[in-house]
């Protein structure tokens, strides 16, 4: 069983810059692929960013590249979201997700076997 939980939401102006975190359970997280999704209002929950098992290889989605990195440390069990120039099209619940399933990168929902309970991200204009 792996357990994720989220921290580093927030509500602030567009152009500004947060750091969301994801620490996670289990004795071999380092051999998980881990993701951040974002779900809007309305909208399907949709993939950000991915990196797989050692932090090697990582995936963004057009909309944020250039504006966000996700980084991996194994020893601490954790990952993180740095996100800059943030937009109002970038509010959203921010999900971390873990696939126990493979090592590389994962892109997709159904992928994923964990997820956490999710972190409010709020970018006014």
């Known amino acids: 069983q792996v357990q994720l939980v989220e921290s580093g939401g927030g509500l602030l102006q567009a152009g500004g810059s947060l750091r969301l975190s994801c620490a996670a359970s289990g004795r071999t997280f380092g051999s998980y692929a881990m993701g951040w999704f974002r779900q809007a209002p309305g909208k399907e929950r949709e993939l950000v960013a991915a990196v797989n098992w050692s932090g090697g290889s990582t995936y963004y989605a057009d909309s944020v590249k250039g504006r966000f990195t996700l980084s991996r440390d194994n020893a601490k069990k954790s990952v993180y979201l740095q996100m800059n120039s943030l937009k109002p099209e970038d509010t959203a619940v921010y999900y971390c997700?873990?696939?126990?399933?493979?090592?590389?990168?994962?892109?997709?929902?159904?992928?994923?076997?964990?997820w956490g309970q999710g972190t409010q991200v709020t970018v006014s204009s």
């Open positions: 997700a873990a696939t126990t399933r493979r090592l590389g990168l994962a892109t997709a929902v159904e992928e994923y076997d964990y």
